[in-house]
């Protein structure tokens, strides 16, 4: 893997992260305005956010070159028509640059990183379209069918289908608890009830006789 495609895959990354980060990433404290380099990383505290990327450009790399080498063992390739398709995106994107007025050159490099160009952002995005076509080959190929996981579910729909609530409820007032009393109470019910015997007995207790009243009707 050349430096110059490990700096697309990379611009590639961050670019996704952003999408799926949309609404949240400012929360998470990073800022593309500043370098990643300088930005504590959200999710570990001991790497900076230049870490998190790197890190995770290289296994998305490695996971892909070992999907690529199983397609070339197993001759598995994109056809001309899905070749064509990813050129046919970029030149669009070209066209539709051009009408704008804007430079392809300098657009591709400020997406996918100095140096980078047209022809080497289309190669890179034909060998991510041969990685998911191997991807579900390799998927396809386990054999699971929907038939399968319907058999599945049926044997075993009383345990997924299930689930347990319960819920117990403690209400301040002008003439009774506090709102900070009521606080207090709830933290310690749920750290009395660690099972729903204990539960039940601790929710019978706690119910004052004016709300006894009201949900026996």
């Not at 611009?11 to 949240?24: D, E, G, K, P």
């Not at 051009?98 to 995005?125: C, K, L, N, P």
């Not at 009393?181 to 749920?190: K, M, P, R, S």
């Amino acid at each position: 893997l050349s430096l110059l495609d490990f700096r697309i895959y990379y611009n590639m990354y961050v670019a996704n992260f952003y999408s799926t980060f949309s609404q949240t990433y400012e929360q998470m404290g990073i800022d593309p305005s500043v370098s990643y380099s300088e930005q504590t990383c959200y999710f570990d505290e001991s790497k900076t956010w230049a870490d998190f990327f790197v890190e995770n450009t290289i296994d998305y790399c490695r996971e892909l070159l070992t999907f690529l080498q199983q397609a070339e063992q197993e001759d598995v390739s994109l056809t001309d028509e899905e070749r064509g398709a990813v050129e046919q995106r970029f030149e669009e994107l070209a066209d539709s640059l051009r009408s704008d007025g804007e430079d392809v050159q300098q657009y591709i490099e400020d997406a996918y990183g100095r140096g980078a160009s047209m022809d080497d952002v289309v190669r890179i995005m034909q060998d991510v379209a041969l990685y998911s076509k191997m991807y579900s080959h390799v998927t396809d190929s386990f054999g699971y069918e929907q038939s399968h996981y319907d058999e599945y579910y049926d044997t075993h729909k009383d345990q997924i289908d299930t689930v347990t609530a319960r819920m117990a409820s403690f209400i301040y007032s002008d003439g009774g608890m506090s709102k900070e009393q009521a606080a207090e109470a709830a933290e310690a019910f749920d750290a009395a009830a660690t099972d729903e015997d204990e539960f039940e007995r601790l929710y019978e207790q706690s119910l004052s006789d004016e709300l006894r009243a009201y949900f026996e009707g």
